[in-house]
């Protein structure tokens, strides 16, 4: 029901924009967001849209590099990443939230997820 395209390897400086096509019963999701993980490392909260107004936040972590858009007409989030660094590698997942009326950042506030997409940066 979601699933997420545009990883790959690539330099630091970079950019990369991930997809996160949504299907069935996301369609009534209030909120879509991005995650991802690092090898050893607990998942992290990246970004977040809401899909009824389009407000955005992201992760201080991130901030002025990633932003999130969407297009409703192909049912698809994205995930614009400019300034990739190495610090940036992670499995990247979307995930839709069904009933969090307010940009959810935390993990438990989302009810389905992707498979995720591996981002690599080289340094």
């Known amino acids: 029901q979601l699933v997420e395209s545009g990883g790959g390897l690539v330099q630091a400086g970079d950019s990369l924009t991930l997809s996160c096509k949504v299907s069935?019963?996301?369609?009534?999701?209030?909120?879509m967001g991005w995650f991802r993980r690092a090898p050893g490392q607990e998942r992290e909260f990246v970004g977040v849209?809401?899909?009824?107004?389009?407000?955005?936040a992201v992760a201080d972590s991130v901030k002025g590099r990633f932003a999130i858009s969407k297009v409703n007409a192909k049912n698809t989030v994205y995930l614009l990443m400019n300034s990739l660094k190495p610090e940036d590698t992670a499995v990247y997942y979307c995930?839709?939230?069904?009933?969090?009326?307010?940009?959810?950042?935390?993990?438990?506030?989302?009810?389905?997820w992707g498979q995720g997409t591996q981002v690599t940066v080289t340094s």
């Open positions: 069935g019963r996301t369609f009534s999701a209030n909120s």
């Open positions: 995930a839709a939230s069904l009933t969090t009326d307010w940009l959810p950042t935390r993990s438990v506030e989302y009810d389905v």
């Open positions: 849209i809401s899909l009824s107004t389009a407000s955005t």
